[in-house]
């Protein structure tokens, strides 16, 4: 039954006659290709595509003057005077004190003045203080709007919100014929 003398079998991890399962077969590595053109590094992620004609007034910068243009404008910093250009939006932290006229405008921070726009959207963290003047206005619950608000005329024909109505002309002087004679008081 025990036998001493018996040599170990080696094809057994611990001589109980238990197979040891074979090593597995160690992949060679293939040869890469060689190329004649070094690897290039992958170029960095960039940020979305944004429109060339956007300008942004960023946080923590104040601007005292009036803006106008035929392009976009991101105010999250602080404006101080009139805005006119196709598209406002207004960041949480921004804030306006002026008139605003554009096509599109959104609010998610404070306006202090006149909005005149064709499509105007305040958002729940707004606060807007003056008249709105606009053919869609659109106010998400949680803003604040204190002012009055005037739908304009859709169907006018040639109207561009973004142009100033053209002052009246100055009458001419009345001409009179007729002479007219201070007499002192008596």
Same mark, same amino acid.
């Given at each position: 039954m025990f036998n001493k003398n018996k040599p170990l079998d080696n094809s057994t991890?611990? =001589?109980?006659?238990i197979p040891t399962p074979p090593e597995p077969a160690k992949p060679t590595p293939a040869a890469a290709p060689i190329s004649a053109a070094p690897a290039r590094a992958p170029e960095p992620a960039r940020p979305a595509a944004r429109s060339s004609s956007l300008s942004t007034l960023?946080? !923590?910068v104040k601007y005292e003057g009036n803006i106008s243009g035929a392009g976009e404008l991101q105010v999250d910093g602080s404006l101080k005077g009139d805005i006119r250009v196709v598209r406002?939006? #207004? =960041?949480? !932290?921004? $804030? &306006?004190? !002026? /008139? @605003?006229?554009? *096509? #599109?405008?959104?609010?998610? =921070?404070? @306006?202090?003045?006149? #909005? &005149?726009?064709?499509q105007v959207k305040l958002f729940a963290t707004s606060r @807007?203080? !003056? *008249? #709105? /003047?606009?053919e869609q206005l659109s106010i998400e619950q949680g803003a604040w709007f204190q002012g009055r608000c005037t739908q304009a005329k859709r169907d006018t024909p040639g109207a561009?919100?973004?142009?100033?109505p053209t002052p009246a002309e100055k009458p001419a002087p009345a001409k009179t014929d007729a002479?007219?004679?201070?007499?002192? $008081?008596a």
């Amino acid at each position: 039954m025990f036998n001493k003398n018996k040599p170990l079998d080696n094809s057994t991890s611990s =001589g109980l006659g238990i197979p040891t399962p074979p090593e597995p077969a160690k992949p060679t590595p293939a040869a890469a290709p060689i190329s004649a053109a070094p690897a290039r590094a992958p170029e960095p992620a960039r940020p979305a595509a944004r429109s060339s004609s956007l300008s942004t007034l960023s946080a !923590g910068v104040k601007y005292e003057g009036n803006i106008s243009g035929a392009g976009e404008l991101q105010v999250d910093g602080s404006l101080k005077g009139d805005i006119r250009v196709v598209r406002v939006v #207004i =960041g949480e !932290g921004g $804030a &306006v004190e !002026g /008139t @605003v006229h554009a *096509d #599109i405008l959104e609010v998610r =921070g404070r @306006v202090s003045g006149a #909005i &005149v726009a064709k499509q105007v959207k305040l958002f729940a963290t707004s606060r @807007v203080e !003056g *008249d #709105i /003047t606009q053919e869609q206005l659109s106010i998400e619950q949680g803003a604040w709007f204190q002012g009055r608000c005037t739908q304009a005329k859709r169907d006018t024909p040639g109207a561009n919100m973004l142009e100033s109505p053209t002052p009246a002309e100055k009458p001419a002087p009345a001409k009179t014929d007729a002479k007219v004679e201070a007499k002192p $008081a008596a």
